[in-house]
């Protein structure tokens, strides 16, 4: 009816059941429900403007709402909200929806990494560091063993700068066809980034070919794994947090290189050696629009004409 006598929470509540359940990660719904039902649950939906957006922002940057978090972060939880009182006007539940006031978007982080910086990465992944440098050229002349070979770490890192699939599909990546997640057929030279049961999502997990310096890596590594590249113990992992961390203190890398980095860096190095944008986008599984906004400038052709 009117969202003048709705509850948000009854809103909420209504596209969890009906909506959200559906998703490829219901999971992520709820966990931007739970700020948002302690903030906004016992208000009308008529009742949401801009004041009470902006004041959602605040409390949630502040910490007053669980942790603290950014702002991009509460934005795309109030983009939830959005999507919440959106599917109930679709489905007669609400006859109109409030305008939500959103914070500005943030800027798109252009990091990257140089091949000496990547393959220091490598290297601390594998126990390495290095321990002095030639002062003329910046180049690492001693490198000390520190620590153990993370080799599920090494593999991680070789196959997001080869192919620049995102750090979850790498982690469900197999040997074999499967439902649970994406394969590599080393046979046929393709990357399959998405299992047969899997959802589509707007983060696109196209094929690909598999770059041939990545090819005699998996061969070796088929031999040396029961599951999938990505496998610690003989079981593949959940997430690549620790041994990644690990891996950059060992490379003096700082925290703002994250495993997402790699795919910026592998579409940077492709631009770079004057791949097309289209091109380019085909080959990640990321949109044209997305490849010449963020990353176009690296190209040797940009804006040239």
């Given at each position: ?61 502040a910490g007053k709402l669980g942790r603290k978090v950014k702002e991009a972060t509460a934005r795309r939880e ?111 030279g393709v990357l399959y980034r998405k299992g047969e049961g899997e959802k589509q999502t707007n983060k696109r ?96 052709d940009f804006l040239q004409e």
């Amino acid at each position: 009816g009117d969202p003048a006598t709705v509850l948000t929470a009854d809103a909420l509540a209504y596209y969890a059941e009906k909506q959200a359940i559906n998703h490829a990660h219901p999971e992520l719904v709820g966990y931007h429900m739970t700020p948002l039902l302690a903030h906004f649950g016992q208000m009308m939906v008529g009742d949401i403007g801009g004041d009470e957006c902006r004041a959602y922002v605040a409390r949630r940057s502040a910490g007053k709402l669980g942790r603290k978090v950014k702002e991009a972060t509460a934005r795309r939880e109030l983009e939830t909200l959005g999507a919440a009182f959106k599917f109930c006007v679709r489905e007669k539940k609400l006859t109109h929806r409030p305008e939500l006031t959103l914070p500005a978007k943030a800027e798109a982080r252009d990091i990257w990494l140089d091949r000496s910086a990547a393959a220091a990465l490598i290297a601390g992944a594998l126990g390495f560091s290095a321990t002095a440098c030639d002062i003329r050229t910046g180049r690492m002349i001693r490198w000390r063993r520190l620590g153990k070979p993370s080799y599920h770490v090494a593999r991680f890192i070789l196959i997001a700068l080869y192919t620049g699939t995102r750090h979850e599909a790498i982690l469900k990546l197999r040997w074999s066809q499967n439902k649970d997640g994406g394969w590599f057929d080393v046979p046929n030279g393709v990357l399959y980034r998405k299992g047969e049961g899997e959802k589509q999502t707007n983060k696109r997990r196209t094929p690909a070919p598999i770059p041939f310096r990545l090819r005699p890596h998996l061969t070796r590594w088929i031999k040396l794994t029961r599951f999938g590249p990505v496998e610690y113990d003989g079981h593949l992992i959940q997430k690549e947090r620790t041994g990644f961390e690990r891996a950059r203190h060992f490379a003096h890398l700082g925290a703002e290189i994250t495993p997402h980095v790699l795919k910026h860096t592998c579409a940077t190095w492709l631009l770079q050696q004057g791949v097309s944008p289209w091109q380019v986008s085909k080959f990640l599984g990321t949109s044209e629009k997305v490849i010449e906004n963020t990353y176009g400038h690296h190209s040797p052709d940009f804006l040239q004409e």
